[in-house]
């Protein structure tokens, strides 16, 4: 039986070919490892983790927004949006602890964030003009858009 091409198995069955990399690995047998591949998707396991700490903070600061300023919906939602706030938080803490060199990352990335969130949101809900909420506030475990 012909012996698989480990190359070409990554794009036919992704799966087999993480078992296959991963025997090599702990057999210590890297004669024909799939290095480009396997320095691709590790490589986007960084990018994964990043994308999720970016997701889990724009969504983090749309609920204080919310909290914060959508009064008109406010009294129906308030309790849900706290909750959904605290998970948010959770979960980028939970990341920033698998992460730490993350807290540099998440330090650069949130004026940008914040200003994305902050244009889409205005637009369903009056926020008032130059508001910015502190990385440091906004991650503190009991703030809820509270001035």
Known sequence: MAEINIKELHDQDFNLWI?????????????NMDWDNLLDEI???????KRSLE???QRL????????YWE??????????????ANFRNQIKRLLKRNPSFNKY????????FVEV???????????????IELEV???????GEN
């Open 61 to 68: 600061i749309e609920h204080i927004l919310k909290l914060k």
């Open 43 to 49: 490589d986007d396991m960084g990018k994964s983790e």
């Open 106 to 113: 998440l330090e650069e990335i949130y004026p940008e964030i």
């Open 72 to 85: 008109f919906e406010q009294e129906r939602n308030y309790r849900h949006w706290c909750a959904e706030a």
């Open 138 to 144: 906004i991650m503190q475990p009991n703030y809820f």
């Open 118 to 132: 902050l244009q889409v949101r205005s637009l369903e809900f009056d926020i008032p003009d130059h508001v910015f």
């Open 19 to 31: 078992e296959k990399i991963k025997q090599k690995i702990q057999n210590r047998n890297f004669v």
């Open 55 to 57: 997701s889990y903070l």
